[in-house]
């Protein structure tokens, strides 16, 4: 059974400062793996994918990185803003299932 | 334009009565997922449909039914609400299985039980 961990649970950074957020998976044998945003109270908005052929994706000021070897993706997020202030949730779908496994989630906290 | 819609984004409820959340889709995806998920805490896979083929997951309890009519629609369906049941539940969707399966996710549903 797949397990996702996400290191740290929280963090809280000035504005300006680059981030590098963890994800972890137990089966390395995954489809994809996707990175979500969510803010207080909201639903989940997908901020990058990355298929399991592929080790990196970028999106402006987020570039995450995948390691499938070692079970791994991190999420950079260079120069933060308040506006950046979320939890981010990591999601793997792997093995035979295309369902997407969830980790806690990095509650990110970026004070100006 | 949102292509997974949620309704309502927040329900009040009351102990015991039946509570049924809504889901549409526009993107014609075979896949659509329920999820609950408490504070701080992961998002929890209920159940799926992988078109009317319906999936249950082991742990999800009997007070949990889920309806799925059309390509475009599903429901939850709760049956006797518990304090325990109050979360945020999620509805998403997705393409057929394969690398390029990406998910898709609703606003959610804030359920609160009184």
């Known amino acids: 059974k797949q397990e996702v961990t996400q290191i740290p649970a929280a963090l809280s950074v000035p504005e300006g400062e680059n981030l590098v957020l963890n994800c972890s998976f137990t089966d390395s044998a995954i489809y994809n793996l996707q990175w979500f945003r969510q803010d207080p109270g909201k639903g989940l908005t997908s901020l990058l994918l990355?298929?399991?052929?592929?080790r990196e994706q970028t999106s402006g000021r987020l570039n995450a990185s995948l390691d499938k070897s070692s079970g791994r993706s991190t999420l950079y997020i260079a120069a933060s803003q308040p506006g950046d202030s979320a939890t981010y949730l990591c999601a793997v779908s792997s093995g035979g299932s295309y369902i997407p496994t969830f980790g806690r989630g990095t509650s990110l906290i970026v004070h100006p | 334009d949102a292509m997974v819609i949620q309704n309502p984004r927040y329900q009040v409820t009351q102990f015991g009565k039946p509570v049924t959340l809504s889901c549409s889709q526009t993107?014609?995806?075979?896949?659509m997922y329920w999820y609950q998920q408490k504070s701080s805490q992961a998002p929890k896979l209920l159940f799926h449909y992988y078109d009317k083929d319906f999936n249950n997951e082991a742990d999800t309890p009997d007070n949990f039914q889920s309806r799925r009519p059309n390509t475009s629609f599903c429901f939850l369906d709760i049956r006797s609400p518990g304090l325990g049941d109050a979360a945020m539940y999620l509805c998403a969707t997705s393409t057929p299985r394969g690398i390029n399966t990406e998910a898709f996710f609703g606003q959610g549903t804030r359920l609160t039980v009184v």
């Open positions: 990355i298929q399991s052929s592929q």
């Open positions: 993107l014609n995806h075979n896949v």
